[in-house]
């Protein structure tokens, strides 16, 4: 909370700005390009960052492949996740979120503008239209962040068990999968202090359609947790 406050204070004289710009591109979402109001969103995101006293250490950018319409697959640690996405992630993407999220003041505009899709997990039905439309959009060369936990983490570097389902649009694209490794991201919002931090970002080999056809969703989710997993027992001390 700490932190967040700090940003605030640190960040107030251009969020008035930003907050009629948003307002303005929802309210004109039709008119403009999803790749217009994802630069904004990414401009805005990355003046964040820098104002954030957080060090962030991005690694194997040359491992993203060249053809758009893949999927990213990073363990989620909370609020940081996203912004060190949209930090390290130079190309657009989209992502599935929680319907929750929608709602809270402020971030659910942005990802209106962002036209995330919004999954209800009660609603069987709804989320399949989700899921059906994720994997046009990837097959169609938009690549998508998925989080395979579902939900965030609250043990620090370790995991809950990566959902086989979350891998199902991917899978029908035929697209490459990338494991991205988050370490210390927790650390940004979780200890509530505005002293400097390191957060680290790996992105990982890509796995490709070849390589994971003859595996079910279940096998796909354990071995990316397992990509994962090793990357983080290599590297969670290095900073």
Same mark, same amino acid.
């Given at each position: @909370?700490?932190?967040?406050? +700090?940003? *605030?204070?640190?960040?107030?004289? =251009? ?21 217009? =109001?994802? %630069? $904004? ?18 690694? &194997? ?10 999927? *990213?697959?990073?363990?989620?640690? &909370?609020?940081? %996740?996203?912004?060190?996405? $949209? ?17 809270? $003041? ?18 069987? =039905? ?15 060369? =938009? ?15 370790? @995991?809950?068990? +990566?959902? &086989? &389902?979350?891998?199902?649009?991917? *899978? %029908? ?15 940004? +919002? ?10 680290? *970002? ?36 290095? +900073?």
């Amino acid at each position: @909370m700490k932190r967040i406050l +700090f940003l *605030i204070i640190r960040l107030l004289y =251009r969020i008035p700005g930003w907050l009629l710009k948003i307002r303005s591109y929802n309210k004109h979402i039709d008119e403009t390009t999803f790749e217009e =109001r994802f %630069d $904004f969103g990414q401009k805005m995101i990355r003046k964040i960052n820098s104002k954030s006293r957080v060090r962030i250490h991005s690694f &194997g950018q040359e491992n993203l492949p060249a053809e758009q319409g893949y999927l *990213i697959a990073p363990n989620h640690q &909370g609020l940081f %996740d996203a912004l060190i996405l $949209f930090e390290t992630h130079d190309k657009p993407f989209k992502a599935i979120v929680k319907k929750e999220l929608m709602s809270v $003041f402020v971030l659910g505009n942005v990802l209106k503008m962002l036209q995330f899709e919004a999954m209800d997990r009660e609603n069987l =039905r709804a989320s399949m239209k989700v899921i059906k439309k994720a994997t046009q959009e990837m097959s169609e060369g =938009r690549n998508y962040v998925i989080f395979p936990e579902g939900t965030r983490c609250r043990q620090q570097n370790q @995991m809950l068990e +990566f959902k &086989g &389902g979350t891998f199902k649009t991917v *899978i %029908d694209a035929k697209k490459p999968i990338v494991p991205v490794a988050l370490i210390d991201c927790y650390k940004v +919002f979780d200890n509530n202090t505005i002293a400097p931090v390191d957060a680290q *970002i790996h992105y990982l080999k890509p796995i490709f359609y070849d390589e994971y056809k003859d595996m079910n969703s279940t096998e796909i989710a354990h071995y990316v947790q397992e990509c994962i997993e090793k990357c983080i027992a290599e590297n969670e001390n290095r +900073f």
